[in-house]
């Protein structure tokens, strides 16, 4: 059985940072891809960022430069950190595991419905 634990989330004025963390356990290993979703009220589940098998990223055009996700296979955590945040980052964010096999990211685009596994998610409040 998987299990995502997300933490880190908070309130922070615009220009701020912070650093998201999963905690994940369960048949989950490097050969599975990880990423990032956000949901803000009244909008669409989107993707933020994807760490995909052997290690590339990708991230949501909008957020890059600002946010770098990554992973510590060893510690079984995966990381988001946030710079520059800005009022339009407000959400709820969610860890989220792929289906073996699949990559999270693909053709210019995030693959939603392969990731097979999220976490409660954790709030990110962005006041200006």
């Known amino acids: 059985q998987v299990h995502l634990v997300e933490s880190g989330g908070g309130s922070v004025q615009a220009g701020g940072s912070l650093r998201l963390s999963c905690a994940y356990s369960?048949?989950?290993?490097?050969?599975?891809?990880m990423g990032w979703l956000r949901q803000a009220p009244g909008k669409e589940r989107e993707g933020v960022a994807t760490?995909?098998?052997?290690?590339?990223?990708n991230y949501a055009d909008s957020l890059k430069g600002r946010f770098v996700i990554s992973r510590d296979n060893a510690k079984n955590t995966l990381y988001l950190q946030m710079n520059s945040l800005t009022p339009e980052d407000t959400a709820m964010y969610f860890c989220a595991a792929c289906h073996p096999g699949v990559l999270g990211f693909s053709g210019g685009r995030f693959n939603l419905n392969y990731f097979a596994y999220r976490g409660q998610g954790t709030q990110v409040t962005v006041s200006s």
């Open positions: 760490v995909e098998p052997g290690g590339p990223t």
């Open positions: 369960g048949n989950i290993d490097s050969s599975v891809c």
